[in-house]
C-alpha cells in the first residue's frame, strides 16, 4: 500500500492544523493505521493510532487531548486533527500502516509496514 501524507505547514503556538493521509488502496479493513514523527536530532515517536473500524484509538501521553486521529473509509484516508501546538510538536510527521486483521494497536514504529513520505510541521512560539 503507498501512502500519501500532505498538511504540513508553519503555524502558530496554540493554533491548529490537519494532515491527511490517503492510502493507494482500501486498508481499513485489514490495517492499523497510525502516525509518528520526527523531531530535528531526534528518534522518530508515536504520536496516534487508529484500528480497522475506527471504534479504538492509541495516543501518545505527550498529544493526548490535543490531537484526534480519524479515517475516512470512502476517502482511504486517515487524518489528524492537532489542536493547542506547542513549539515541540514540530517534527516531519510520517503516516504508517500496519497490516493486521485484528486491528491491535501498537506504538512501536518496528510494527508497522508501510510508511509515506512524511510532511512538515513547524510550530512558531
Known amino acids: 500500500v503507498l501512502l500519501q501524507a500532505c498538511g504540513g505547514g508553519l503555524v502558530q503556538a496554540g493554533g491548529s492544523l490537519r494532515l491527511s493521509c490517503a492510502a493507494s488502496?482500501?486498508?481499513?479493513?485489514?490495517?492499523?493505521m497510525g502516525w509518528f514523527r520526527q523531531a530535528p536530532g531526534k528518534e522518530r515517536e508515536f504520536v496516534a493510532a487508529i484500528n480497522w473500524s475506527g471504534r479504538s484509538t492509541y495516543y501518545a501521553d505527550s498529544v493526548k487531548g490535543r490531537f484526534t486521529i480519524s479515517d475516512d473509509n470512502a476517502k482511504n484516508t486517515v487524518y489528524l486533527q492537532m489542536n493547542s501546538l506547542k513549539p515541540e510538536d514540530t517534527a516531519v510527521y510520517y503516516c504508517?500502516?500496519?497490516?493486521?486483521?485484528?486491528?491491535?494497536?501498537?506504538?512501536?514504529?518496528?510494527?508497522?509496514?508501510?510508511w509515506g513520505q512524511g510532511t512538515e510541521l513547524t510550530v512558531s512560539s
Open positions: 504508517t500502516a500496519r497490516y493486521n486483521v485484528k486491528g491491535v494497536l501498537t506504538s512501536s514504529s518496528n510494527d508497522y509496514n508501510y
Open positions: 488502496e482500501r486498508t481499513f479493513s485489514k490495517y492499523v
